[in-house]
């Protein structure tokens, strides 16, 4: 980001955020938009959940350079994805896990981005 005017914080703004997602050399990159009169600060808790990731990750203006999917529920009632990340080397690694996991793939959060909301 070029320039971060702070004066943005105090009103409604649409902020771009880029979620980089990581088991061991395999990444995941997803570029999100957040909207609402609230700092960047105040979103990180946000992201200690997988409820509110998932629903980031299935908004249409989501951008994700890997593939992800919600499986639903299980029958004792677990949230359960899907997700398949990419090495540098083209490699890919699968892993299935319930949703509560997923924010412990979450390794990297930068604020791309933030426009006035018109």
Same mark, same amino acid.
């Given at each position: 980001?070029?320039?971060?005017?702070?004066?943005?914080?105090?009103?409604?703004?649409?902020?771009?955020?880029?979620?980089?997602?990581?088991?061991? *050399?395999?990444?995941?990159?997803?570029?999100? %938009?957040? =909207?609402? /009169?609230?700092?960047? @600060?105040?979103?990180? !808790? #946000?992201?200690?959940?997988?409820?509110?990731?998932?629903?980031?990750?299935?908004?249409?203006?989501?951008?994700?350079?890997? *593939?992800?999917?919600?499986?639903?529920?299980? %029958?004792? =009632?677990? /949230?359960?994805?899907? @997700?398949?990340?990419? !090495? #540098?080397?083209?490699?890919?690694?699968?892993?299935?896990?319930?949703?509560?996991?997923?924010?412990?793939?979450?390794?990297?959060?930068?604020?791309?981005?933030?426009?006035? %909301?018109?």
């Amino acid at each position: 980001m070029k320039s971060f005017d702070p004066n943005y914080i105090c009103r409604f703004s649409k902020k771009t955020i880029k979620l980089i997602f990581q088991q061991w *050399e395999y990444t995941g990159t997803a570029f999100v %938009e957040i =909207g609402g /009169n609230c700092s960047f @600060a105040d979103m990180l !808790s #946000d992201f200690q959940d997988g409820d509110t990731l998932l629903s980031l990750l299935k908004q249409k203006t989501s951008k994700l350079d890997f *593939e992800f999917e919600d499986l639903g529920q299980d %029958e004792e =009632g677990e /949230n359960w994805f899907r @997700a398949i990340l990419f !090495s #540098d080397t083209g490699k890919n690694c699968e892993t299935e896990d319930y949703l509560d996991a997923l924010p412990e793939m979450l390794v990297g959060i930068e604020l791309i981005d933030i426009q006035t %909301e018109d």
